[in-house]
Every structure is written in structure tokens, then in C-alpha cells.
T-cell receptor, first 119, second 110 residues
Framework: GAVVSQHPSWVICKSGTSVKIECRSL??????MFWYRQFPKQSLMLMATSNEGSKATYEQGVEKDKFLINHASLTLSTLTVTSAHPEDSSFYICSARDPSARGRSYGYTFGSGTRLTVV | AQSVTQPDIHITVSEGASLELRCNYS??????LFWYVQSPGQGLQLLLK??????LVQGIKGFEAEFKRSQSSFNLRKPSVHWSDAAEYFCAGGAQKLVFGQGTRLTINP
């Protein structure tokens, strides 16, 4: 089945530095990828939708200059948290949609998540 | 706007007992609906999905869910839970993008 690989699984960084998280579709081409953020004991909040070759669409309240999303190829999307601060500490999860998988799961496959801790 | 609501934040059941987790949705048209399970610190695993057709859908791990348009519900059920079912369960809906419910934490008593 479709597999989405997300790296790193956890990262600790100093306040003020930037962190990049990668989301790769391993066996399918993902024209659309999604980035979610999850605070402890809370639900997943959609941050942005990235489409290959075009600008990401950010949800209301998400700072596009702080959370940079790049979807330069059909198998890779990256989320860069710029000038990270402790309040950015969270669990970030990506999801990719396989347009050919409509009959199976409507193509949503999730990565295993990245735990970001900013100290 | 589309929305998904899970009324129960936390549910505790005894091992071997039946389970029902509630999910209500709000959409303009027939939504695509999903149930996911998440273990601590892990990603999401798809349990089952509904697009159209038979309103009772079977999923993995013995779970099933029933789509009821009249009640705008998509409740998840399992006839007999196991200790390994303890986790966070999320209902989600949408077509172009997924919107998640608040989640229900399931605790299993031995």
C-alpha cells in the first residue's frame, strides 16, 4: 500500500534556529500534501495544503512566513519552522494524497509524525 | 463550513465489553468520512472509511461504523474490546482536505 515517510521522527533545537521536516511519498506520486499540527492531548489541526509546483495554501491563523512549505517534486514536501520558539514545540504530521487511490482510501496516507521540541 | 464533532473526550470500558464512539458531521453534501486510531507519539492508522453505498462499513481490527444521514452521524463500534485497543480515536471528514474531530481517548479496564 501507499507509504509516506516523515523525517526526522523527533528533533530538539535551540530557540531562534530553523528546523526542516521532510515528507516523502515512497511508492506513489503525491500531487497534494497536507501538514498538520497536534498539541498534546489535542486533535490534528490542518496548517496548510501544498500542491506540487505551486504555492501552499495556508489555513487561517497560520503564519506563512514562519512555516515555510515547499513541494518541489511529486514525492517530497518540506515544512521549515523558521526562527523556532518554545511555543512552536508540537507534533507535526504530514499527509499525502495519491490521486490514483480513490477507490482504496481516497488516497490519504499519513506519516509517522515529527516531535519538535524547542528549548 | 464543514465540521466534525466527537462529543466524548474520554471513554473507559472494560476489556471484552462493547464499544461505541460517537461522531457527528456537518457538511453540505454527502461527506467522505474516516476513522483513525493513534497510539501515543505515533502517526495515524486508518480503521475504515465511508464514501457511498452500504452505510455499514467494516474496518480493520474488528471495527465497524455506520453512516446515518438522518442523524448526521458516523459512529464507530466494536463488539468486544481488547486491551490493545486503548488509544486515541479520531473521526475525520472531507473531500479536498480532511477536518478532524477533537478525538476520543479510549481507556480499557482489565
Amino acid at each position: 500500500g501507499a507509504v509516506v515517510s516523515q523525517h526526522p521522527s523527533w528533533v530538539i533545537c535551540k530557540s531562534g534556529t530553523s528546523v526542516k521536516i521532510e515528507c516523502r511519498s515512497l511508492d506513489f506520486q503525491a500531487t497534494t500534501m497536507f501538514w498538520y499540527r497536534q498539541f498534546p492531548k489535542q486533535s490534528l489541526m490542518l496548517m496548510a495544503t501544498s500542491n506540487e509546483g505551486s504555492k501552499a495554501t495556508y489555513e487561517q491563523g497560520v503564519e506563512k512566513d514562519k512555516f515555510l512549505i515547499n513541494h518541489a517534486s511529486l514525492t517530497l514536501s518540506t515544512l521549515t519552522v523558521t526562527s523556532a520558539h518554545p511555543e512552536d514545540s508540537s507534533f507535526y504530521i504530514c499527509s499525502a494524497r495519491d490521486p490514483s487511490a480513490r477507490g482504496r482510501s481516497y488516497g490519504y496516507t499519513f506519516g509517522s509524525g515529527t516531535r519538535l521540541t524547542v528549548v | 463550513a464543514q465540521s466534525v464533532t466527537q462529543p466524548d473526550i474520554h471513554i473507559t470500558v472494560s476489556e471484552g465489553a462493547s464499544l461505541e464512539l460517537r461522531c457527528n458531521y456537518s457538511y453540505g453534501a454527502t461527506p467522505y468520512l474516516f476513522w483513525y486510531v493513534q497510539s501515543p507519539g505515533q502517526g495515524l492508522q486508518l480503521l475504515l472509511k465511508y464514501f457511498s453505498g452500504d452505510t455499514l462499513v467494516q474496518g480493520i481490527k474488528g471495527f465497524e461504523a455506520e453512516f446515518k444521514r438522518s442523524q448526521s452521524s458516523f459512529n464507530l463500534r466494536k463488539p468486544s474490546v481488547h486491551w490493545s485497543d486503548a488509544a486515541e480515536y479520531f473521526c475525520a471528514g472531507g473531500a479536498q482536505k480532511l477536518v478532524f474531530g477533537q478525538g476520543t481517548r479510549l481507556t480499557i479496564n482489565p
